[in-house]
């Protein structure tokens, strides 16, 4: 009876035991889905549904044109990212360039991709020819163009909104002659039309360039080709080799140095090469100066020393120096030089 009696008080003291540690729980998780509670209300950015589109301000920037741009709402849709329609971001040129020169490991495209030519606006100013180009892309298929132009800070082109050149200025920096400034506008032109995934060709031109093909000819020849067209030679005088400096060696040794015309036409895979290139080009910007041209220079010698193949090794841009005499300047956009003899 005794045994019993005992077992009884074992299990009754199991139990009561079980029961205050199950009570001692409960009052803890009360205590502490309170205090959660209590923290969580604290935090209205959290949970509030309305607070959830809040800009933060350091997401917004000003971009050349004096206007603020959100640079999280820049990429929201695959549509933004193969067709960016905004040239007016507010990356500055390490961002650009960098983004630029990113490159798909696939080599299909999850869209129907017509290939685009570029054209790529350097000037001053105003473009005196812009009736002449208005009309060479009028009636042509949208999806087989795109423009950019890159005036000095503080200009804007003024046309309307109808015009294929309304809003196509991109974010820029001011630009002297004969300086290593005229390269870096070159590159930033090809980062903002690298950025359209179907632009597959880059042509460079200036105010003073006027096409002497019509856009399909144009279209045609330069989509089907094989290669880039860079100028891109020896000159061993003083005006050539004599302007190289000693100081680039061992990367850029003499028998590298090569000149070329600063009017450029490239394919996509040689426009990502130049555009991610940082050591040769912080070599001339370091080296190349007073009576070294980087525009003559630069693109001419990094594309012969490591991307000869991809070039022709001339340009598809004409210049009348005969005209430049009389008139102050002028170039000629020519799809074939030798036609023009």
Known sequence: MKVVIKDLSIELIKVMSFLI???IG????????SHVDRYLTSQPYTLNPNQASVISPSSLCINSFNETVDRNGECLSMERFWFPKNVRHGMNDEELLWRASLVPESARYPYDRMPKVAFMFLTRGALPFLPLWERFFKGQDGM???IYVHANPGFEIDVMNSSVFYKR???SQTVKWGTVSLVEAERRLLGNALLDFSNERFVLLSESCIPIYNFTTVYKYLVESKYSFLDCY???SRYGQGRYNRHMKPNIRPRDWRKGSQWFEMNRALAIKVIADTKYFNLFKRYCTGECYPDEHYMPTFVHMFHEPLNDGRT??????????????DCTDNVDSTVLG
């Open 26 to 33: 409960v009052v803890i998780g009360l205590f502490s889905s």
């Open 21 to 23: 540690v199950f009570v």
């Open 169 to 171: 200025q991109i974010p």
């Open 144 to 146: 087989k163009y795109s």
């Open 234 to 236: 020896e000159d061993p």
């Open 316 to 329: 598809v841009t004409y210049v009348d120096w005969d005209l430049l005499d009389r008139l102050g300047g």
